[in-house]
């Protein structure tokens, strides 16, 4: 079973509009993270934003902000505002607690975000 | 900071060439290092896990003896792509974390061609 999924291949959004980047994610841990990465075109993994499953509120860094909703297993990435830079592949990830000592991230299959002038 | 560079970011070599990558944190320690695989518009594959001082653990299905890996300070993991073909052509990403706790910090990846 995939442990991260990403069910939007691509999307499309309106310059300054908001967007909403799926993510639900299946675990057994009770203490995990959840991450979000943008890739531009050149290939660097950016980190956004992160979500620990213990974290009472909603995650937010800037435009960024994560929609968790435990019960559902899902990490929703909203992006306000958009600007022409945020095109990019979006990618949600997670790291798992007390499997082992690596405790590695996990990545989902990504979403590819166009925003439209 | 947690700043990881790699180097170099890009490769175009022949058929059967070794290709060493380089993954360096530049100001904080990694005791553990990731080394991934991208292929075009796919996801980031783990390939292996490097621990400074010990040998890597590798992922079902990579070879070990066709991918090197080797973390010999807190500083620095290497990826040799021993005798390399066109099917190794991809991207490849490291990583690196100061320890379990801490999230891990990305290079800026390397694109492999093999001709």
């Known amino acids: 079973a995939q442990k991260i999924t990403q069910t939007q291949p691509g999307m499309f959004v309106q310059e300054k509009e908001a967007v909403t980047l799926d993510c639900t994610y299946d675990?057994?841990?009770?203490?995990?993270?959840l991450f979000w990465y943008k890739q531009p075109s050149s290939g660097e993994m950016i980190f956004l934003i992160y979500?620990?499953?213990?974290?009472?509120q909603n995650a937010t860094e800037g435009r960024y902000s994560l929609n968790f909703q435990k019960a559902r297993k899902s990490a929703n990435l909203v992006i306000s505002a958009s600007q022409l830079g945020d095109s990019a592949m979006y990618f949600c990830?997670?790291?798992?607690?007390?499997?082992?000592?690596?405790?590695?991230?996990?990545f989902g299959s990504g979403t590819q975000l166009t925003v439209l002038p | 900071g947690a700043v990881v560079s790699q180097h170099p970011s890009r490769v175009i070599c022949k058929s059967g060439t070794s290709v060493k990558i380089e993954c360096r944190s530049l100001?904080?320690?990694?005791?553990?290092m990731f080394w991934y695989r991208q292929f075009p518009k796919q996801s980031l594959m783990l390939m292996a896990t490097?621990?400074?001082?010990?040998?890597?653990?590798?992922e079902q299905g990579v070879e070990k003896d066709k991918f090197l890996i080797n973390h010999a300070s807190l500083t620095l993991s290497t990826l040799t792509v021993t005798s390399a073909h066109p099917e190794d052509s991809s991207f490849y990403i490291c990583?690196?974390?100061?320890?379990?706790?801490?999230?891990?910090?990305f290079g800026d990846g390397t694109r492999l061609s093999i001709l």
């Open positions: 990583s690196a974390r100061v320890n379990s706790n801490q999230p891990q910090h």
């Open positions: 675990t057994s841990d009770q203490s995990y993270g």
């Open positions: 979500q620990g499953s213990y974290d009472e």
């Open positions: 990830a997670m790291r798992e607690g007390l499997k082992g000592s690596a405790r590695q991230l996990t």
């Open positions: 100001d904080f320690q990694a005791t553990t």
């Open positions: 490097s621990n400074e001082g010990s040998k890597a653990t590798y």
